[in-house]
């Protein structure tokens, strides 16, 4: 429930539940959870609404996208991909939760990144950098395609060589796999 909806996680006849009781102590903190379906309608979303805003030539959809990555790096709760994911498509089912150990901090560096290169672009088409801002659009589209496809996403390896670096906030290590 801890990494789903809480109080308002579905039960369903069939499901098994277990109560266990946190136990405190020793040096380790909870494990770090994603949920990869939330990310994955993210992905999706951007790439379904920037093709939208290259066919229609429209800098307010590709505000509208940046925007909506800022509100996911900023984990808002009133950020419309998560609104669409939490109260649509999860409750009908149509996209079951994929929680897996993982950082969150990457993920959301690289919707940051996004939401900089999509408010950078409307403001370029705004002000008539037609040039510049469909190629800003078309990198989000490339970069959101290869982690939707392949689950590569550059701006999570971007975050893990600032870490190795040393670089102030970025102090997440990858966790181990398997």
């Known amino acids: 429930m801890r990494f789903l909806d809480g109080l308002d996680t579905p039960v369903e006849s069939g499901d098994a ?3 266990i009781p946190s136990i405190a102590g020793g040096a380790s903190s909870a494990p770090r959870r994603v949920d ?3 990310l994955k ?3 999706a979303a951007t790439i379904v609404l920037l093709l ?6 429209s800098w307010l959809l590709v505000l509208f996208v940046g925007v909506a ?6 984990e808002s709760q009133a950020g419309p991909y998560r609104l669409f994911y939490h109260r649509v498509l999860k409750p009908r089912g149509i996209v ?9 901090e990457p993920h959301r560096f690289a919707m940051a990144v996004g939401a900089v290169f999509n408010i950078g672009a409307a403001l370029a088409l705004l002000t008539g950098a037609s040039l510049v801002g ?3 659009v078309w990198v989000v589209i490339v970069l959101a395609n290869l982690n939707f496809w392949l689950n590569f996403c550059l701006g999570c390896w971007l975050y893990y060589q600032l870490h190795k670096l040393g670089i102030r906030g970025f102090g997440h290590a990858p ?3 398997g």
């Open 17 to 19: 539940l277990r109560i």
């Open 36 to 38: 990869q379906s939330g």
């Open 41 to 43: 309608v993210g992905q």
């Open 52 to 57: 939208a805003a290259f066919v229609l030539n």
């Open 69 to 74: 990555q800022l509100l996911g790096a900023l």
């Open 96 to 104: 079951k939760p994929n929680v897996i150990l993982d950082n969150p």
């Open 134 to 136: 469909w190629a800003l």
């Open 175 to 177: 966790l181990p796999q």
